[in-house]
């Protein structure tokens, strides 16, 4: 091989870069935008648990009043 096609040859770095960019940086942000989603999911479910159990809190003071009122 010449010394003119060595220096055309891409380096190892070069293909290296090259894959990191084209593989290993989707991949990478894949990965964080699911754990973004999972997280996100994650709340919602924990804001309707919360939700439920403030309905059912009312529910029983409801109940409660009302048994109050049928005494009287």
Not at 10 to 18: F, N
Not at 33 to 54: F, V
Request: glycine share 2%.
């Amino acid at each position: 091989m010449t010394s003119i096609e060595q220096s055309l040859k891409p380096s190892r770095s070069i293909i290296k870069d090259t894959l990191f960019q084209q593989y290993i940086k989707p991949w990478a942000k894949q990965i964080k935008d699911g754990n973004k989603q999972w997280l996100a999911n994650m709340d919602q479910e924990e804001e309707a648990h919360e939700s439920e159990k403030e309905r059912e809190e009312e529910g029983d003071d409801e109940h409660e009043e009302l048994e109050d009122e049928e005494d009287d």
